[in-house]
T-cell receptor, first 109, second 115 residues
Framework: DAKTTQPTSMDCAEGRAANLPCNHSTISGNEYVYWYRQIHSQGPQYIIHGLKNNETNEMASLIITEDRKSSTLILPHATLRDTAVYYC??????????FGKGTLLTVNP | DTAVSQTPKYLVTQMGNDKSIKCEQNLGHDTMYWYKQDSKKFLKIMFSYNNKELIINETVPNRFSPKSPDKAHLNLHINSLELGDSAVYFCASSPSGTSGTNEQFFGPGTRLTVL
């Protein structure tokens, strides 16, 4: 199971893009990269996932490096409500997700 | 219309007691999970069931026993509670399929405090 590492915390100005990095250098070829976020006291919320290609949805974009050893979650226009802990996770078809320790993103007005 | 629900939301109990946490999902998913989140916010898988069969059983004391009466429910029973069991327990579910992806939907959590 791939181990993911993330910075402990990051700050971002409201309205700016938030770029959250994740290192997953031991990820295997069939494991996906997932991003979740957890707003205080709530359950983790799925954001996006990808295998090789960059992905975009209504919440965020996911950029995966060509060697798949790292990825970046991009929130294009961060708002105060995006303040949360963001978890990077890896997992394949064995139903198991291995979560990193998370990055506390604080969006400042 | 809660997708994944857990009861109770808070559970305060004495050491040595036995307690249960219930989880239900109305998403029609085949796979359900229990996670433990400690005080440092580290989220770790404990168990997973697929169509009522146990498929993941991490290194968890055997005082913890999951039970899945049907694929929409996964309960967690804990015997002889210890101080170290204090944590937030999350239930999750995901559809099973052949795509290899594992998008999981989490419940609101149960905060267990053992005194």
């Amino acid at each position: 199971d791939a181990k993911t590492t993330q910075p402990t915390s990051m700050d971002c100005a409201e309205g700016r893009a938030a770029n959250l990095p994740c290192n997953h250098s031991t990820i295997s070829g069939n494991e996906y990269v997932y991003w979740y976020r957890q707003i205080h006291s709530q359950g983790p919320q799925y954001i996006i996932h990808g295998l090789k290609n960059n992905e975009t949805n209504e919440m965020a974009s996911l950029i995966i490096t060509e060697d798949r050893k790292s990825s970046t979650l991009i929130l294009p226009h961060a708002t105060l409500r995006d303040t949360a802990v963001y978890y990077c996770a890896s997992g394949g078809s064995n139903y198991k997700l291995t979560f990193g320790k998370g990055t506390l993103l604080t969006v400042n007005p | 219309d809660t997708a994944v629900s857990q009861t109770p939301k808070y559970l305060v109990t004495q050491m040595g007691n036995d307690k249960s946490i219930k989880c239900e999902q109305n998403l029609g998913h085949d796979t359900m999970y229990w996670y433990k989140q400690d005080s440092k916010k580290f989220l770790k898988i404990m168990f997973s069931y697929n169509n009522k069969e146990l498929i993941i059983n991490e290194t968890v004391p055997n005082r913890f026993s999951p039970k899945s009466p049907d694929k929409a429910h996964l309960n967690l029973h804990i015997n002889s509670l210890e101080l170290g069991d204090s944590a937030v327990y999350f239930c999750a579910s995901s559809p099973s399929g052949t795509s290899g992806t594992n998008e999981q939907f989490f419940g609101p959590g149960t905060r267990l405090t053992v005194l």
